[in-house]
């Protein structure tokens, strides 16, 4: 047998095709993706130069109304309206508390994902939703408590998005499951709900629950706007992802449930074991698109008079001292709301990477 000296091992060749090649081969390869070429560039170099001089070259970044000279965009309203558009009414010297949950969360998130004691994550997954809500809300440990109609901006979006998103997975799964059941009862009570839900719009269930719902309260009690607004959305998030779900466990081949019997595990043992974790991969691209149409959705809390982001711009144009700058505050929405689903999309796609157990 021959032995061959690692050291002498030739590398691989480098590609030398260069640009030219790679452009003949993606945007010029026949005479129809030559034209549509031409036509993107052509668009491109209409409509991105005179973008970026408003955007940057010709903005204005500083100083006050009176010394906007430029043709640019007037960033000095998103400037000087900056905490409103982030933390709505909240109380400026209790700002703090905000950024604090915001810390809390990246940390919470690095310790999930970084720690490899069971019990010590599921210690932090149950404590990190009371100490957010406690910093955010106060009333314990001597913080002032700053009620839920004085939250609004980014905060609020934030907040109703993970809340919703969190709370409706695992009762979309509990719910797709009962969609799959043998028992009656359960599947036909699953299908109503997911069927009557799915059948009206969003606007409608928050409707529901800010105006309809108080109307069944006996006298004297009050229950908070927000978290009404927070279970109708959970419950209309759940039924869309229940049929996610259900979608995923449909794809599932009908050996894997019989490999599970086969091995004498319990229906429940089954399911969360072998099955559940393969449907939800499955199923990660359409539930990443239903969390990104939730997120885009909580601007809806405004019918309920809750002011999110983008309400906060439409309410901050109304100030006599900042007329005409509504084209500024929606243009800054646009982007906070590209990042923020442009990020979701993209750590969807990491996920995928990371269990993808297809073969290449």
């Not at 049929?243 to 595990?265: D, F, H, T």
Request: glycine share 6%; net charge neutral.
């Amino acid at each position: 047998m021959a032995i061959y000296d690692i050291k002498e091992a030739k590398p691989a060749p480098i590609n030398n095709r260069g640009l030219v090649f790679w452009l003949r081969k993606n945007l010029f390869s026949d005479i129809k993706n030559s034209l549509l070429s031409l036509f993107c560039i052509y668009f491109l170099f209409i409509t991105v130069p005179p973008a970026l001089d408003w955007l940057i070259f010709s903005a204005t970044w500083s100083g006050s109304q009176e010394d906007i000279v430029k043709d640019g965009a007037r960033w000095i309203f998103i400037i000087e309206k900056f905490d409103q558009f982030i933390y709505g009414f909240y109380p400026e010297n209790l700002h703090w508390r905000p950024l604090f949950v915001a810390a809390l969360t990246v940390a919470f998130v690095a310790s999930v994902k970084l720690l490899n004691n069971i019990k010590l994550k599921i210690v932090i997954i149950l404590l990190y939703p009371f100490v957010s809500i406690v910093f955010i809300h106060g009333g314990l440990f001597g913080l002032e408590t700053v009620e839920t109609n004085k939250w609004g901006g980014l905060m609020l979006t934030v907040i109703v998005a993970a809340v919703g998103i969190i709370a409706s997975f695992p009762i979309g799964i509990l719910l797709a499951l009962g969609r799959q059941s043998n028992m009656p009862i359960v599947k036909t009570l699953c299908v109503g709900f997911i069927e009557f839900v799915r059948g009206v719009p969003l606007i409608t269930i928050l409707f529901m629950a800010s105006v309809v719902l108080p109307l069944f309260f006996h006298d004297g009690i009050d229950f908070d706007k927000l978290l009404r607004a927070l279970i109708g959305i959970t419950l209309f998030q759940a039924a869309y992802i229940a049929e996610v779900v259900r979608g995923g466990l449909q794809a599932i081949p009908k050996g894997q449930y019989e490999a599970s019997e086969s091995l004498g595990l319990s229906y429940w043992q089954g399911m969360i074991l072998i099955i559940l974790p393969q449907a939800l991969k499955i199923s990660i691209p359409n539930l990443v698109g239903s969390f990104i149409s939730l997120f885009k959705d909580t601007t809806l809390v405004l019918i309920i008079g809750l002011f999110d982001i983008l309400a906060m711009v439409t309410l901050t144009n109304s100030d006599s001292n900042w007329l005409g700058y509504e084209v500024e505050g929606y243009v800054f929405v646009t982007f906070i709301y590209w990042i923020f689903c442009f990020s979701m999309s993209q750590y969807s796609k990491s996920v995928e990477r990371r269990f993808n157990t297809e073969l290449k």
